[in-house]
């Protein structure tokens, strides 16, 4: 996958106004740039310029800042509303001049200036898929294949009201697991909050008075001062440390392939992870693939589709792999057994499929049964891990409540001693 290139870009609009913005794309040829910018936009180009490639990261956040942002929710609201007035007989302008008064009238801002934009260019000539195809952050690529199969066969209503179902379950997966995470995540931050604070303020405090009273301290004591002074003297670059060392493996992460397939390697040999990451990637790819076979496109688009909209490199790889054997003739069952990865089940169930003329109904069944899977392993999870913090916040306080505690006994003990001896 080629590295994503961030220009700066003006153009002149055919009504007179100049538009500006930020564009990523994976070509260094300004001349190509100019191409797809006159293209998309209908104007001249009278400024283009290419961010230096080591201010990738910050055109990222710049990019985020000034992007329109559109929800989960609206997106599938959208592709629900617009198919349920084509099948009505409402013609698209139409239906989409009404979605965008009703943005205005306490909708998605961010939706309606879609909607806008998608009538503007309707209204302009453009078709359908175009439309589509100029929003490529909005829309999902199965989403924007789904609509250009639905533009040329006529089931335009159809394909949106899949498309719309297809986000929708999407956004419930990903509800299931912020749900599942929030608690244990909350706590944990908690109790890590709580022990710096600890280690921060009460240890050094309670080291002075010790030393005040000439108090002898074990080693266990002993130890979570000298960590305690530690902490207090170096927070500031520890922290500056953590902060260099997120932002690096997160820029790795999304700028070096060699990095996210090792990551993912790594990560497809942890037990629990491998685990989740298998029924997150089957339900993920079984979905895509039954919405596309049943929607008519062919194997080999399917798979290339669906290594593009694969986020997960371990897979992403394979798919690549399958969609080149495909291509030269072999079954999709065959060429998953071929480059491995893939669970045993699935590849008989789709090598079923395939035999029988039922291969979207298998795919279908199959993305089912991983939903399932993902949910029971994330309830599951979730049910795990809440003794599991409980116990790790049980011994951290113990060992701080001890540690602090020994050498007070030891004080009693002494004061003790020496009364009687008085």
């Known amino acids: 996958m080629a590295s994503l290139n961030t220009y700066y870009y003006r153009v002149l609009l055919p009504h007179g106004a100049v538009k500006s913005g930020l564009i990523r794309l994976a070509v260094k040829r300004e001349l190509s740039v100019r191409m797809r910018l006159e293209t998309d936009t209908d104007g001249t180009v009278i400024r283009l310029w290419r961010f230096p490639d080591w201010l990738g990261v910050f055109s990222d956040v710049l990019l985020r800042l000034f992007r329109i942002q559109v929800r989960s929710e609206d997106l599938a609201g959208f592709l629900r509303d617009l198919g349920l007035m084509v099948r009505a007989g409402v013609p698209a302008m139409e239906a989409l001049a009404t979605l965008v008064d009703e943005s205005e009238n306490g909708g998605s801002r961010a939706m309606g200036a879609v909607a806008h934009s998608m009538l503007e260019d309707l209204k ?3 078709g359908m898929t175009e439309a589509f195809n100029r929003h490529p952050g909005v829309f999902p690529e199965t989403v924007r294949n789904l609509v250009a199969i639905g533009d040329q066969s006529g089931t335009l209503d159809r394909m949106l009201g899949e498309s719309a179902e297809h986000v929708e379950r999407m956004i419930a997966i990903k509800r299931d697991i912020r749900t599942a995470l929030i608690y244990p995540a909350f706590v944990f931050a908690s109790i890590i909050g709580v022990a710096i604070f600890w280690i921060y303020y009460v240890v050094p405090s309670m080291a002075r008075l010790f030393k005040q009273l000439q108090a002898k301290l074990p080693p266990i004591t002993e130890g979570l001062v000298a960590f305690a002074d530690a902490l207090s003297t170096h927070l500031p670059w ?14 790795l992460f999304r700028r070096s392939e060699w990095f996210q397939s090792r990551t993912y390697a790594v990560l497809h040999r942890t037990p629990i992870i491998r685990t989740l990451l298998v029924s997150s990637g089957m339900a ?17 688009n399917s798979l290339q589709i669906l290594a593009r909209a694969t986020k997960n490199r371990y897979y992403r790889s394979r798919l690549t792999q399958v969609s080149q054997l495909v291509m030269r003739g072999e079954s ?16 008989r169930m789709i ?11 298998q795919l279908e069944h199959l993305a089912n049964d991983y939903r399932k899977r993902q949910e029971v392993l994330i309830k599951s999870l979730a049910e795990i891990l809440k003794p599991v913090i409980i116990l790790v916040a049980g011994g951290l306080f113990l060992f701080l409540i001890v540690a602090l505690l ?13 009364t009687m001896g008085g």
């Open 124 to 126: 302009a000539g453009v």
């Open 238 to 251: 520890i922290l500056l440390g953590l902060a260099v060392l997120v932002i690096t493996g997160v820029t």
């Open 284 to 300: 993920h790819m079984t979905e895509h693939l039954s919405i596309l076979v049943r929607a008519g496109v062919d194997m080999v």
């Open 332 to 347: 999709m069952s065959s060429s998953m057994r071929r480059v491995g990865g893939f669970p045993a089940m699935a590849v």
């Open 351 to 361: 090598s079923v499929g395939e035999e029988s003329g039922s291969l979207d109904q």
């Open 406 to 418: 020994l050498p007070v006994y030891d004080l009693v003990r002494q004061s003790v001693a020496h």
